[in-house]
């Protein structure tokens, strides 16, 4: 049995040494809500989306496995007026083919708007990230305190 099983294994490894080697996933790093709180009624969370893949995908949409919020958002920052503001996403963020997109304060955000649950430190909500291309994927985001000077986004 063994013996057979090392066969299909050098077998597999034949096949798959032929194949591009790269890892074709999106990967998502250092998620984390900005804790809140009791009677916040919007909250933000951030992440970093790498695309390992050769193909340039977008993030679409955020939704959460639970209720937490009236509408959850993808929000970016833009100047107007020497006035840092938030202007909903509703095309979608690219990301480029083997490139790196960061999301934190004064940049790409999640925004959940009508909260509908406690952002406490040491909580964690699960978040669905909707693709273009790639499959949905589900990340764990811990609710951390985040002290910065920016604005609360
Ligand atoms: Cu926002």
Excluded at 51 to 77: C, E, F, G, K, P
């Amino acid at each position: 049995m063994l013996r057979i099983m090392l066969v299909v294994s050098a077998l597999l490894l034949a096949v798959l040494g032929c194949a591009p080697v790269a890892p074709s996933t999106i990967q998502v790093t250092d998620s984390k809500i900005r804790a809140a709180f009791t009677q916040a009624t919007t909250g933000a969370a951030y992440m970093t989306i790498t695309n390992h893949t050769d193909i340039d995908d977008r993030l679409m949409s955020v939704s959460a496995l639970t209720y937490i919020a009236r509408d959850i958002q993808i929000h970016t920052m833009l100047m107007e007026d020497d006035m840092m503001i938030m202007q909903q996403v509703t095309d979608g963020v690219a990301l480029p083919a083997g490139g790196e997109v960061v999301f934190g304060p004064g940049g790409f955000h999640i925004m959940f708007i009508g909260l509908q649950t406690a952002l406490d430190e040491g909580k964690h909500i699960a978040l669905t990230l909707n693709f273009a291309n790639a499959p949905a994927q589900t990340v764990n985001f811990p609710v951390v305190a985040m002290h910065t000077n920016s604005m609360p986004h």
